[in-house]
């Protein structure tokens, strides 16, 4: 996925119900969604329930005779008109009884009376007792009551300066009031007030005030603030980390129902920290916020059944609830649900339907989507043939840094579609995109290299970017290899596996693995060893990934990750098999002196094929590169020794 929703727990956030307070908090990769607070107003309004007589006449069972099937029609017209007058009835009762409450509530109020006040501030401020909202109504109310010391009434004073409702925004005066109803232990006011600390409105940022805040009113058993110190403890902002106490205090909000709490229990499960990874519970906790209608779970979970993570694989199922969250204008959820529609994926295909969702999710400044639908405008994929809209969309994206969309405004501009050709400006989002690792930019980029195109021509350069493109699988790329290395110096492609090799990889690529496997993978009891650290598993799971077996996919990058966790513990055959990858250029860029270190570490653990690639490299290699491959392996056995004390 692209976009920027990941599957963390969230940062302190809020849900809204009655009186909302704002938290802005940007969302990616550290920052999470801000949530509305919900405050419960106080106010409860009982009305009668018209309930519709049952039952059966004596004699149900019988066949009717005809005489009776002739005036069933009369009587069922007397029936309904009998209950319509009776709802009448009940209406009229029930406006009256409004009516009574409202006027006595009132009087009250004007009496002075703090809490009546406060009651009477909620009625003008949900618009209930057949009123309509009027914040200034509510506003005045709530003064008054605030006056009086009442602290609902100062909490909920500070909800309106807060958002400007009925007045205009004050955050100080918020925080005034705020403050004075936490005095008072109001849970909803040391809520928000720890919300203004933690987002520094109106008061310095201090997030070590905001987790007292939010403890103070955890302790009270809310919710909300339960949620937030639960993500305070685990993300350790404002108190030290602690994985047991951020868990305890998620549990505690979650088993009461809290939509954002359910989620980040989801989401821990979902990537095993803090506790074992378990898909399943990860699923039931999602579905859990979900059916509260919580976007980002209902999101989450229609991955899970697009991908069958936890769930069984069912992609129609999937479909079902990426459009519920999309139709509650979560971004991520439009992009994927136009990918659906664009593939024909759990729904029929329907490319119209597809550039919809593309454009809803563009709109929210979701990058993939933004590029897609300039894919589509430059394919008249469900909308009609435009390159300059699609190059439009692609700088949108391009200029975010999304590889993909640098990678086609690049061709754009070499092509000279939808913009002048300039093959130098197409080379430079060419380079962007492919120093984000993205294999398609980085083999284009290497036959600009190759040819000159844009660019100074240089063959070691392109051997570089084509190294580094076949090390993803990219099978044009692999053969570029072969052929310079048919045609190029000893010396020019050593230097090129160096420059390969000296590539650092940006975080986050999009080529890493995914954390988890499908639901009832024969290899998940084999990704679950390995996850626990167990050395020989996470080799064995490497050689899945890197041949494709135990029911997963191919997947050499991802091979190299786990071979390097068995290798860090010395295991033998994953420091072969890492030297193998290097040598061949199969998950990681081919490089002949780190091949031969990874040989060199096996050989010294006993492994005789590791000793004999070793002595083939060294025919190879300069003396040189020998004295570099020797001096890596030297350092690797240090530094493992260090950290081992």
Request: aromatic share 10%; with cysteine.
């Amino acid at each position: 996925m692209s976009g920027g929703t990941s599957l963390l727990p969230r940062r302190p956030g809020r849900r809204a119900c009655g009186l909302a307070v704002q938290v802005s908090v940007t969302a990616g990769e550290s920052q999470f969604p801000s949530q509305p607070l919900k405050i419960m107003p106080t106010l409860v309004q009982s009305r009668p329930h018209f309930v519709p007589l049952t039952g059966a006449a004596h004699g149900a069972n019988r066949k009717p005779s005809d005489s009776m099937k002739s005036t069933l029609p009369m009587l069922l017209a007397m029936l309904i008109t009998l209950l319509l007058q009776a709802c009448v009835r009940r209406a009229a009762q029930s406006a009256d009884t409004d009516i009574k409450q409202l006027t006595l509530l009132r009087a009250q109020a004007e009496k002075g009376d703090g809490h009546a006040q406060f009651e009477l501030g909620l009625v003008f401020y949900l618009g209930q007792f057949g009123k309509a909202t009027n914040y200034v109504e509510a506003l005045k109310w709530f003064q008054k009551s605030a006056e009086r010391n009442y602290p609902g009434a100062q909490a909920n004073l500070g909800v309106c300066y807060r958002d400007g409702q009925g007045v205009a925004t004050n955050y100080a005066e918020a925080v005034k009031w705020f403050q004075r109803a936490a005095k008072q232990n109001q849970a909803q006011a040391q809520y928000n007030l720890g919300d203004c600390y933690f987002s520094g409105k109106s008061v310095g940022k201090d997030e070590a005030e905001a987790v007292k805040c939010f403890r103070e009113a955890a302790e009270q058993n809310f919710a909300p603030a339960q949620n937030n110190l639960g993500c305070c403890y685990l993300l350790g902002q404002g108190v030290a980390t602690n994985q047991a106490e951020g868990l305890k205090w998620l549990r505690q909000a979650a088993a009461q129902n809290w939509a954002e709490a359910q989620y980040n229990l989801g989401n821990l499960y979902y990537r095993g920290e803090g506790v074992e990874q378990d898909l399943a519970e990860a699923m039931k906790w999602y579905r859990k916020a979900a059916e509260q209608n919580e976007p980002a779970a209902q999101y989450a979970l229609g991955v899970g059944y697009r991908d069958g993570l936890g769930v069984a694989q069912n992609e129609e199922e999937g479909v079902k609830w990426y459009r519920r969250a999309a139709e509650l204008n979560f971004a991520d959820a439009q992009y994927n649900l136009g990918v659906c529609y664009a593939n024909g994926q759990g729904v029929t295909k329907d490319e119209r339907e597809a550039v919809k969702w593309y454009r809803k999710a563009a709109e929210q400044n979701h990058l993939g989507a933004q590029s897609n639908l300039g894919a589509c405008y430059a394919m008249g994929q469900g909308v009609e043939k435009n390159d300059a809209e699609a190059v439009k969309c692609y700088r949108q994206a391009a200029q975010q840094n999304y590889a993909q969309a640098q990678y086609n405004l690049g061709s754009c501009y070499i092509l000279g579609q939808g913009v002048e050709t300039n093959e130098a400006e197409g080379v430079k989002w060419l380079r962007k995109a492919a120093e984000q690792n993205l294999p398609w930019a980085q083999f284009k980029l290497g036959i600009c290299l190759g040819f000159g195109r844009g660019v100074a021509q240089d063959y070691v350069e392109a051997y570089k970017w084509m190294l580094l493109a076949a090390a993803q699988g990219d099978e044009s790329a692999k053969n570029v290899v072969s052929d310079l290395e048919r045609q190029l110096a000893r010396e020019q492609l050593d230097e090129g596996q160096k420059r390969a090799g000296e590539f650092k990889l940006p975080e986050g690529t999009a080529f890493e693995a995914q954390p988890v496997e499908a639901y009832g993978n024969p290899g998940a009891d084999l990704r679950a060893k390995a996850a626990a650290g167990e050395a020989q598993a996470q080799n064995a799971w490497g050689e899945a990934l890197y041949f494709g077996k135990s029911g997963v996919t191919k997947n050499a990058v991802a091979a190299v990750k786990w071979f390097r966790k068995a290798a860090g513990q010395r295991y033998a055959l994953a420091l072969f098999n890492l030297g193998t990858c290097y040598e061949q250029g199969d998950g990681v860029a081919k490089y002949e002196v780190e091949a031969y270190k990874w040989f060199l570490l096996a050989a010294a653990q006993g492994d005789p094929k590791a000793k004999t690639r070793a002595a083939l490299l060294e025919l190879m290699l300069s003396p040189e590169q020998i004295a570099e491959g020797k001096k890596r392996a030297d350092a690797w056995v240090e530094q493992h020794r260090s950290s081992a004390r």
